[in-house]
């Protein structure tokens, strides 16, 4: 039994058969004959209650042994200390960041063979076949890019016609590709020769190269610094081929090339410039071998460009 007399006089102490739901709002548990009564009163209610039963002649209440709350959760005073061992236990396991800085990208010097090429004039077939071989020469042995120098079969040039009037421009070798020393081999090569059939071209009729002409490993997508060690081959390459219409296959193609930031979704299905060049961009054949439900845009954008072709024919 509980004397409430003995309940008033600590008016900031919890009663003991409150609990505090809230603070500032305790319960109040009244057992009546078989049912218990459950009031969220505040402490001043509660006093005003307890003098009311007391003037009304109750003395006693029986004990209610109520279970015990969980334990709050302590809330610590004291910022934690900032787990540096932790962060720096992780960046010593964590790879390297892959992605620089556009901005922080440096284009190495541009070597005085090369430099020579693209000050010169290719009108025919013949001077454009010799460039080109120049060119391959000196990216055969390029080490612009140490890491894909080292993992690399061979240097995949660009194949086609040295002068062409369309240029594809992949993103950058492939495992069969640099196994073959050939762009666009494999099942995206594949998809590639089905849509220039379908376009009624030959790939003979075309030249094709890539952003890169080393194969970056596991196939990741090149790095801004390797694309500008090797931007100024493709330079080369389209000095020499100039060719009147360039389609960038894939975003990083269509970014590289035009320095663009928007994805290769938001570039398509309409023509932009590179130079002297028409550039249409467009899916690349491993995204719409990945998401079949694409190609139908992809060849919107191959019969704009056809229709573009034979009306300049
Ligand atoms: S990707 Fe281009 S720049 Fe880099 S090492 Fe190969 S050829 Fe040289």
């Known amino acids: 039994m509980w004397q409430l007399r003995q309940l008033l006089p600590k008016p900031a102490v919890a009663p003991p058969f409150c609990e505090t739901e809230r603070p500032g709002h305790p319960v109040v548990v009244i057992p009546s004959g078989k049912e218990t009564f459950i009031k969220t009163m505040s402490s001043r209610a509660i006093r005003q209650f307890l003098q009311m039963m007391i003037s009304s002649g109750v003395s006693h209440l029986p004990t209610v042994i ?152 596991g196939n990741r997508n090149p790095l801004p610094q390797e694309a500008a060690n090797c931007r100024q081959f493709l330079d080369g390459q389209i000095k020499i081929v100039n060719p009147e219409y360039i389609v960038c296959w894939g975003t990083v193609a269509a970014q590289n090339l035009l320095g663009e930031q928007r994805p290769v979704g938001q570039l398509r299905g309409k023509f932009l410039a590179y130079g002297n060049a028409k550039v249409l961009c467009t899916y690349h054949p491993s995204y719409l071998l990945r998401n079949p439900s694409a190609k139908k845009l992809a060849w919107e954008d191959m019969q704009l460009l056809m229709k573009e072709v034979n009306s300049g024919s």
Do not use: H, W
């Open 66 to 217: 109520l279970p015990k709350p969980s334990p709050r959760p302590k809330i610590p005073t004291k910022r934690s200390p900032a787990p540096t061992a932790l962060a720096n236990s992780s960046a010593s396991t964590l790879p390297a960041p892959k992605q620089l800085d556009r901005q922080s990208v440096v284009a190495p010097p541009v070597s005085e063979l090369v430099q020579g090429l693209l000050e010169s004039s290719f009108q025919s077939r013949e001077q454009k076949t010799e460039g080109l071989l120049k060119l391959a020469e000196v990216v055969s042995g390029c080490q612009n890019c140490p890491e894909l120098a080292a993992g690399r079969t061979q240097t995949v040039f660009g194949v086609g016609n040295p002068a062409a009037k369309i240029m594809f421009v992949g993103e950058a070798p492939g495992a069969d590709e640099d196994r073959k020393g050939e762009p666009f081999v494999g099942p995206a090569g594949q998809l590639l020769d089905k849509i220039i059939a379908a376009c009624a071209l030959q790939r003979s009729e075309i030249y094709i190269c890539n952003i890169l002409r080393c194969r970056p490993p």
